[in-house]
C-alpha cells in the first residue's frame, strides 16, 4: 500500500496497522515471520481462518506457506481458488460479503462446502513484484468485512510483504554464510591433503604450485617418498569443479597413495585405481592422472592416464619436448591402456607436470597460453633451481593472461635432477 492509499486509514486502524506491523517485523527468522504476520492479519481482520500463499513467478501458482484456522489449528486446503486466483491476476485486494451468490464469481467447492459468507484478500507485492497473497475468511455465521477492513489489509499486506521479503533475505544470507564456512572448511581440508613438505632423495629439487579457480579444486599433486632412494609424483585433474570435483580428488588421491606403497609398480598403481574407481563411481567424473616414479642416479618411470603429457628439458641438448601422450582418464573405461614408459635423467634436466588450467589460460583476446610458450620459459630458465624455474612459469604465464583471471585450477610440479 502506498503513502497516499493510507490516508484512507481512520486514526484508529493506523494505531492497528502500527502495531501489527511491529509484530510482524519483530522476527527475521523466516518461519516465525510467516506465523507472526498471519496472526497479526487475522487479530485485526476478526477472521476465523487465514492463509499466506507463496506466488511462483515462472509457474504462476500459489503454494500455501501457513494456514490457520478458528482455534490456531493447521488447514492446508479449502480457501477459494477463485477468489485468490482473481487477486493473482488483477494485483488488487478484493472483499466480498456474499460469497456464496456473489455475481462477479463463480462460486467455489470450497465455498459452498464450507458456507462461507465474506472472504478477504490481498495481494503481496514488493515494488512491482507479487511476491504472495493473504486470504482470510469467516462462516455465515460470523458477520462481515468492512471497507476498512478491506484498506487495512491491503495495508497489512504491503507490510507484510516486505516483512516476508526481508526474512527471505536474511535467510538466504545466513544459508549463503554457513554454505562459505563449509567451502571455507572444505578448502583447508583440501590443502591439507597437499604435501605439506618434499622428500628429500638426493640429486632432486623439487618445487609445486597449487591455484583453486574456486573456493575448492579438482586438481591436485602428491610427492611423497616410497623408501630412502625413491619418491613419487602425481599430478590429477578431476573432470568436474568444486565441492565434487574436491571428493573426487580426496579418494582418487588416496586410492593412488595407498596402492603405491603396497609395492606395486607404476601401472600397476593406476590400474588398480582406475578398477575400483568404476566399481563405485556412479557421479559420471573421471580424473586425467600423471604418475612418475624416481630414483636415486637419474631412473624414472612414467604412466599417463589421459593428462597433458609431462614436459622434459634436456640440459645437454638445450632443449624442451613432450613426452608421448597415453592412456585413459581414471574412472572412464575398464582395462585402460596404460603404458609404462622408461626415462634416464641427466644433470640438470628438468621436468615439469602441469593441469590444462595453465595452459588453456586465456590473455585479453582469447589465445591460450599453450604448451610452446611454456616450453619457451623452461628453455629459458631452466639454469635456475625447482623453485626458480616455477616461479618464472607463473611470471610468465602471468605476464600473458594480463588482468583475465583463470578460469580453471593451475596446478604445477617441477622436478629438477642435479645428478
Not at 462481515?144 to 526481508?166: H, I, K, S, W, Y
Not at 573426487?248 to 588416496?254: D, G, H, I
Not at 597415453?326 to 628438468?350: C, K, S, T, Y
Request: hydrophobic residues 45%.
Amino acid at each position: 500500500m502506498t503513502a497516499a492509499d493510507a490516508t484512507n486509514l481512520s486514526p484508529e486502524h493506523l494505531m492497528t496497522l502500527y502495531k501489527i506491523t511491529g509484530v510482524m517485523n519483530s522476527s527475521l527468522e523466516f518461519n516465525q515471520a510467516l506465523e507472526n504476520i498471519i496472526s497479526a492479519v487475522m487479530q485485526a481482520t476478526r477472521a476465523q481462518r487465514g492463509y499466506l500463499l507463496r506466488y511462483d513467478d515462472f509457474t504462476s501458482d500459489v503454494e500455501v506457506l501457513v494456514a490457520r484456522g478458528g482455534e490456531g489449528s493447521s488447514e492446508t486446503e479449502g480457501y477459494s481458488t477463485t477468489i485468490t486466483s482473481e487477486v493473482v491476476r488483477s494485483r488488487q485486494t478484493l472483499l466480498t460479503n456474499n460469497a456464496q451468490f456473489d455475481n462477479r464469481y463463480q462460486p467455489g467447492q470450497s465455498i459452498i462446502l464450507r458456507g462461507l459468507r465474506a472472504i478477504l484478500c490481498a495481494p503481496m507485492m514488493v515494488k512491482d513484484r507479487l511476491i504472495g497473497v493473504i486470504y482470510v475468511d469467516t462462516s455465515m455465521r460470523a458477520g462481515n468485512f468492512t471497507p476498512a477492513d478491506r484498506d487495512l489489509m491491503a495495508a497489512v499486506a504491503g507490510q507484510a510483504a516486505v516483512a516476508l521479503e526481508n526474512a527471505r533475505l536474511y535467510s538466504l544470507a545466513v544459508e549463503q554464510g554457513r554454505l562459505m564456512r563449509e567451502l571455507q572448511m572444505a578448502r583447508e581440508i583440501q590443502q591439507s591433503l597437499l604435501p605439506q613438505y618434499m622428500p628429500k632423495v638426493s640429486g632432486y629439487e623439487m618445487a609445486a604450485h597449487w591455484q583453486a579457480a574456486r573456493e575448492v579444486a579438482g586438481d591436485f599433486y602428491d610427492v611423497f617418498a616410497l623408501d630412502a632412494n625413491r619418491f613419487a609424483v602425481v599430478i590429477a585433474d578431476v573432470s568436474d569443479k568444486g565441492a565434487p570435483a574436491a571428493l573426487f580428488m580426496a579418494v582418487a588421491r588416496t586410492m593412488i597413495r595407498a596402492h603405491a606403497h603396497t609395492g606395486l609398480n607404476p601401472m600397476q598403481t593406476i590400474g588398480r585405481t582406475n578398477d575400483l574407481i568404476l566399481e563405485d563411481a556412479e557421479s559420471g567424473m573421471f580424473v586425467t592422472v600423471y604418475y612418475s616414479v624416481f630414483e636415486v642416479g637419474g631412473a624414472s618411470v612414467h604412466v599417463n592416464a589421459g593428462h597433458n603429457p609431462l614436459l622434459v628439458y634436456r640440459a645437454a641438448e638445450r632443449r624442451a619436448f613432450l613426452m608421448p601422450r597415453g592412456g585413459r582418464a581414471i574412472g572412464w573405461f575398464p582395462d585402460n591402456p596404460l603404458q609404462m614408459l622408461d626415462l634416464a635423467l641427466q644433470p640438470e634436466d628438468v621436468l615439469v607436470f602441469y593441469t590444462d588450467g595453465l595452459t588453456e589460460a586465456e590473455n585479453a583476446i582469447g589465445d591460450f597460453f599453450g604448451e610452446d610458450r611454456l616450453m619457451k620459459a623452461v628453455t629459458e630458465h631452466a639454469h635456475l633451481d625447482a623453485p626458480g624455474i616455477l616461479a618464472a612459469i607463473l611470471s610468465v604465464a602471468g605476464a600473458f593472461c594480463g588482468a583475465v583471471v583463470p578460469f580453471d585450477d593451475q596446478t604445477i610440479v617441477v622436478v629438477r635432477y642435479n645428478g
